[in-house]
Each structure stands twice: as structure tokens, then as C-alpha cells.
């Protein structure tokens, strides 16, 4: 179970009159242009192809363009209906993600670029003794809140790098990010709507709606766990994202947080939760969001058109790690340290061990990890290296975390493009001192 750190009642109350006056003030309640404006794009970034396939995408991030969206840095445009933005490379150098940074992936094309606080409410429904209605004021006063660092990473990050390439968006390694959440543990909510003994799946919904994928009734987006599973007891409702009220854009007012879990799970600007009594056989349950059945999650493009491959909900992140900076733009010298550095994270418990290699993954050597900020946040960590002449090199970062999941040197396939955590590599060059 997650450690959740308690806030004190005057951090709280801070919190609560941010948003509060947020909202009063048609702020951060309110975006009043959801079209991004084009930014000014750097030189060498003019010059990436549009389309990286159908080989592997050879860069860190994808290559779409450089946007701005309202309450955003900067970011790399995926796709504008619905809204995917993928965060840049360079703010990664620290284990927490700006709240502006923060990547952005929504399911479905119609995205409330509003919220009236005064009339909107958590509803907790269905096979409950007390369905209740909860206000942002009654989230912040009557329950005690707690804070947790938890990356939260979209399933198809990195799915540029599949081969053969699968549909969906293209994303690069930038569609994560990692923060410290605070709200309300999801468990209390639930005791306090008292669930029947009949329940079986708890469903969770926001304020997203569009067409979705033609013909599979997927309208609305819905994602559900099972009463029974244990990671109901670290989720929490938050309200705030690094201590600021979330962007809307990242789920205001509230969004469900899963520790560990992919992101499908943690619902934007989430309005309803409902427990029900039956297995969730909508479509974002039934047919999208499946992984094989198989170690990885791995299969084949001939497996899968047997029919014959069992897919089960994805759940838990496999175990990654990145290197951050050189990132290979800039010559190093030969004879100068240089520090290797970057960030690891698990959905399986805190990274214990990172290993960083030199010549391409030939052999590894032990690296230096930064503070352990809880078992499903970014943790740093840093490796001192000094060139020893001129040339090429490929480092490798390799990541183990708690329950002793090591981090592979294979890639993986699966139709949906998810579970990508191969070790990853950075070619630089090494110049002369002299």
C-alpha cells in the first residue's frame, strides 16, 4: 500500500482559496481558447521529417509541431480533436514534472474548457446504501487530505518505437510525467457511500464526450476496477497537482489518481463514480485498453490474426528508466567529466538499483540514485563518467526496482502499441581536448 502524506490544515485551507478564487475569477476554472497558438519553432527542430515510419522513430520525442496551450508551456502537438500533447525532453532533469509541462492526452473530442464550481458535484452512485453528492468544498473540509508522487504515463508512450508500427498516437518517450497529488483517499469516499455486497466493478466517468472510435458505442469514456483489487486502497480524488489546483487540460477540478497504473485509469475531471453490480462491458473496458495475455504483454502480428491471443485489461507500468542528459546534440571532450543523468520509475514499487553502460550494453556499472521520493514517483539518479578518446559511444540505462523486475533489452509488439520499456539508448560524439 502507498504511503500518503498528510497536508496540514493551513497548506489545505491555502489550497482550497486558490481554487476557490480560481474559479470566482473565471481563472483556472475557465479556458477561453482551447486552439493552441503556434509557437516559435528552433532551427534544427524545423528541420524533422512530419512522419518518422514506418521505421522506428529514431528520436526521443515525436515530431509534431511546437504549440501553446492555455495553462501550458510549449508543448509537442500529437493530435488537436482530441487534445494529445507530448512533453519535451528537457523537463525530465528533475524527478517532478511542471504543472505546464505536463503532458496531455484526452480520449474524446468534446473536453469542457469550463467548470462552475458553484454547481458541479461528485456523484458517487449506484449499488451503494447512500448515494452522495460531494461539492469542491465539502472534498477539502470534510475529509482529511493526503499527498502521493505517482508518474502518471499515457499506455502508448514510447509507440513511435514499435515495429511493425500499430495505429494510435505516435508518441515518443514524452507522454508521462510525474507529480505530487493531493486530495482525498478514494477509499473513504467509498466507505462513506457504504458499497453493497453485491458490488463487483467501481466505474468511473468524467466530462469528456465525442464519437470515439466509429460503431463500438464508445461515446463516453469509461474506465472501471474491481471492487476486490487492492490498488482501490491507494487511489485518491485530487484536487490539487504540485500544490496548485490542476490545469484544465490535466483534469480540474478533480481527477482519479492510481498509483502505478497506466493512465487510461486516471480519469479527467472526474464526476461520477458508480459501483455496480455486474461486470463493465463498455467498450473502453471490453475492447480497448487490452493487452495479450502473455510475459510483456507481447505477441505477434501472425498470433494475433489467429483470433486465438487472450487479452486482459492493462493494468501496472513495467519497470523504465531514461536518460535525460548528454542528449547527444552537443560534442563532448575527450578527457572531461561529463555526468550522465536521468530518471527510473516502476509501477511495481521503488527503483532500488540503476545501472548505466557505455559501450552499447555490452556491461553495466552501478550509477548513483537520487532521493526516493515513494515507490511509484520519477526517482533521479546520476553516473560520473570521463570520455576516455575521441569517437563514438552508446550509453544504456538499465533500471531494477523493488520486486526485482530488471528492465529488458527487448522490445515488445502488441496491436494496441503499449508496455514499451526497453532499455534505451543515446549515441554521443566525443571530440578532441586539443
Not at 476554472?29 to 518518422?52: I, M, R, W
Not at 494529445?84 to 532533469?93: A, D, V
Not at 476486490?228 to 491507494?234: H, R, S, Y
Amino acid at each position: 500500500m502507498v504511503e500518503h502524506r498528510e497536508l496540514s490544515r493551513r497548506k489545505l485551507l491555502g489550497t482550497a482559496a486558490i481554487a476557490a478564487a480560481a474559479a470566482a475569477a473565471g481563472g483556472l476554472g475557465t479556458v477561453a481558447n482551447l486552439f493552441a497558438q503556434q509557437s516559435q519553432v528552433p532551427a534544427d527542430e524545423k528541420s524533422l521529417p512530419t512522419f518518422t515510419g514506418p521505421s522506428q522513430n529514431p528520436y526521443w520525442n515525436s515530431v509534431g509541431s511546437i504549440v501553446q496551450y492555455p495553462q501550458k508551456f510549449p508543448l509537442v502537438l500529437l493530435t488537436d480533436r482530441p487534445v494529445q500533447l507530448e512533453t519535451p525532453r528537457h523537463y525530465f532533469e528533475t524527478a517532478f514534472t511542471p504543472n505546464g509541462a505536463f503532458y496531455v492526452r484526452w480520449h474524446l473530442d468534446e473536453i469542457p474548457n469550463s467548470v462552475d464550481l458553484s454547481t458541479w458535484r461528485l456523484n458517487v452512485e449506484g449499488s451503494v446504501e447512500r448515494p452522495l453528492k460531494f461539492s469542491m468544498a465539502d472534498l477539502t473540509s470534510k475529509f482529511n487530505p493526503v499527498t502521493v508522487a505517482a508518474v502518471n504515463q499515457c499506455s502508448g508512450n514510447s509507440r513511435s518505437k514499435f515495429q511493425p508500427r500499430v495505429p494510435g498516437g505516435q508518441w515518443g518517450h514524452g507522454a508521462m510525467g510525474n507529480a505530487k497529488w493531493t486530495g482525498v483517499p478514494l477509499r473513504e469516499i467509498l466507505d462513506a457511500a457504504n458499497i453493497k455486497p453485491d458490488a463487483l466493478f467501481v466505474q468511473f466517468q468524467g466530462l469528456d464526450q465525442g464519437k470515439g472510435p466509429e460503431g463500438h458505442g464508445s461515446h463516453e469514456f469509461l474506465k472501471s476496477l474491481d471492487v476486490k483489487n487492492p490498488v482501490l486502497d491507494d487511489c485518491i480524488v485530487a484536487y490539487a497537482m504540485n500544490g496548485e489546483p490542476l490545469p484544465m487540460l490535466n483534469g480540474f477540478p478533480v481527477r482519479l489518481v492510481v498509483p502505478g497504473y497506466f493512465a487510461t485509469y486516471w480519469m479527467k475531471c472526474l464526476s461520477w463514480i458508480r459501483v455496480l453490480d455486474k461486470p463493465d462491458e463498455n467498450f473502453w473496458m471490453k475492447t480497448g485498453y487490452r493487452v495479450p495475455d502473455t510475459p510483456r504483454g507481447n505477441t505477434t502480428p501472425d498470433d494475433m490474426k489467429t483470433g486465438n491471443v487472450k487479452t486482459v485489461p492493462i493494468s501496472r507500468m513495467p519497470v523504465r528508466s531514461f536518460i535525460v542528459t548528454p542528449d547527444g546534440a552537443t560534442k563532448l571532450v575527450a578527457q572531461l567529466p561529463v555526468v550522465v543523468c536521468g530518471i527510473a520509475f516502476s509501477g511495481y514499487g521503488s527503483i532500488t538499483k540503476l545501472e548505466v553502460s557505455i559501450d552499447d550494453g555490452k556491461s553495466f556499472k552501478a550509477a548513483e540514485l537520487g532521493e526516493d521520493h515513494g515507490p511509484y514517483s520519477f526517482r533521479e539518479w546520476s553516473y560520473k563518467w570521463t570520455p576516455p578518446k575521441p569517437g563514438r559511444y552508446f550509453l544504456a540505462a538499465r533500471a531494477t526496482d523493488g520486486k526485482g523486475n530488471i528492465q529488458p533489452d527487448e522490445g515488445v509488439w502488441n496491436p494496441g502499441g503499449y508496455l514499451w520499456n526497453r532499455i534505451e539508448r543515446q549515441e554521443v560524439v566525443v571530440g578532441r581536448s586539443s
